[in-house]
């Protein structure tokens, strides 16, 4: 029997790539390989009529009969013969935007898996889409395979929200995970993840931090219906994590990720980018390599927690194609839910007002009174100590030691820092990590049982006891 369906009466989706790199050509094979079922699940054909790269050389081969070559991606942009551009180059700026805002002022929609993006221009883009009527879709943009974009903006759309949280680079989680459990050093690993087509065209944006904050403004505007807007993201990078730090974090209970967090506080909005503690047995915790986790909190029910493949080109051609399965299908959505007029500022909160339990590494001269000196700075700001490792050798000049403290705000901590800094006894400037406690699930597991979950009033933190 006949379905509702009756695909040869549909026009296919006449669909135009821009940029063929590690993503564009993973689009091009999948759309290819997986064209069958993606015609049957969408009702629909799916075709590419066109692309753009720089280099036509480079892909004569996956360049079928019937596909029109351009080399400058903006000129596939307003062709009548395409309904979907899919917008695969990277860049806040230049090609990407001239070809997105092309294609949305002549009525086409757009995927794209571009963060900056759509992070530093996603308000005009969207009202550009508004006016036109154009779709503007970007699932690959964060997490690459997991769909979290869909989940904020559709699946939790009745929840009200209070915190996103998750590991949202897969660049750094890889090398975080291949120093700890392998003992590669940090040059060696993220050559690893360039290799494997993880990592961005400048690596700065990976390691320094700036991919997570991207990635997290788009989070936050479909969470909190708020302007993306990486500007007011406090963002450290993984540049200053050692396997010294992942070895003695364990030591701890803990392992070190870098964690992207968006959460409505008493205080304001916090927005966030840094390496975290977060407890051994959590599922941040575990999850490793190139995955990505996200977790949300819901004001009234437990978190959802989605991990998966976070880079590469297969997993985020995976995201690429569930959108223009959705274009197909005639699905229409605001590109952050609500729009673009209505997005609005929330009040931030001050990171320096933040309270969080600290963990410290820093490396002391061997002499006495030594750790006394540090002490004392500390109780200046009555700053309680929870932890110390020292592990000293006959004959070592100085030795690690690591403090973890109880919770603290940061302006307290940055100022014991800067004092710790300039005594004699320190050899080198000393790093500060926060200790995250975990999400609800995870609260069993955690060192002293603190969960975030806020049942009344957002954002406070409830001890269980
Ligand atoms: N360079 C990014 C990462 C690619 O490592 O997560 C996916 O956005």
Request: glycine share 8%.
């Amino acid at each position: 029997m006949l379905g509702r369906y009756v695909l040869t009466t549909k026009h296919p989706l006449r669909i135009a790539i821009a940029g063929l790199g590690t993503v564009g050509s993973a689009t091009l094979d999948m759309l290819e390989k997986n064209r069958d079922l993606i015609c049957q699940r969408a009702g629909r054909n799916l075709q590419v009529v066109a692309v753009a790269a720089r280099d036509k050389t480079k892909h004569l081969q996956k360049i079928k009969n019937g596909i029109q070559w351009f080399d400058n991606a903006c000129d596939l942009a307003p062709l009548p013969t395409v309904d979907v551009v899919v917008v695969l180059i990277g860049g806040d700026d230049g090609i990407a935007l001239k070809t997105t805002e092309t294609a949305l002022r002549n009525g086409k929609s757009v995927v794209t898996a571009n963060k900056a993006l759509m992070a530093t221009h996603g308000v005009r883009l969207s009202e550009i889409a508004e006016e036109t009527g154009a779709q503007l879709m970007f699932e690959a943009a964060v997490a690459g395979e997991i769909p979290v974009i869909k989940t904020l903006r559709e699946a939790s759309a009745g929840d009200r929200i209070t915190s996103v949280q998750g590991i949202l680079n897969g660049t750094c989680n890889y090398i975080l995970t291949r120093i700890g459990e392998d003992g590669l050093t940090f040059e060696e690993a993220l050559k690893e993840a360039q290799n494997k087509g993880f990592a961005e065209a400048e690596p700065s944006l990976d390691v320094d931090g700036h991919d997570t904050a991207h990635k997290l403004a788009l989070l936050a505007a479909l969470a909190f219906g708020i302007p993306p807007s990486f500007n007011d993201v406090s963002v450290e990078g993984i540049r200053n994590v050692s396997s010294l730090d992942i070895h003695f974090a364990n030591e701890l209970g803990y392992k070190i990720k870098l964690l992207g967090t968006a959460r409505l506080t008493d205080r304001g909005l916090e927005k966030y980018v840094g390496p975290c503690l977060v407890p051994k047995h959590s599922v941040l915790a575990n999850t490793n390599d190139v995955l990505n986790a996200v977790s949300i909190q819901i004001d009234t029910l437990d978190p959802i927690t989605l991990t998966g493949r976070g880079a590469g080109g297969k997993p985020t051609a995976s995201a690429v194609v569930a959108d223009l399965m959705d274009l197909a299908r005639g699905s229409s959505v605001l590109p952050f839910g609500i729009p673009a007029a209505m997005l609005k500022n929330v009040s931030p909160a001050l990171c320096e007002e933040k309270l969080s339990s600290w963990y410290i590494r820093m490396r002391v001269f061997d002499k006495p009174g030594a750790l006394t000196s540090v002490s004392t700075i500390f109780s200046q700001k009555s700053i309680s100590i929870e932890s110390v490792i020292q592990r000293g050798q006959p004959g070592l000049e100085s030795v690690p030691v690591i403090i973890k403290t109880h919770e603290v705000s940061e302006s307290a901590m940055r100022w014991a820092l800067a004092k710790i800094s300039k005594l004699e006894t320190i050899q080198e400037t000393p790093c500060a990590f926060r200790v995250e406690e975990p999400a609800h699930e995870d609260c069993p597991d955690s060192p002293n049982r603190m969960c975030q979950r806020a049942p009344e009033g957002m954002g406070k933190p409830f001890n269980l006891g």
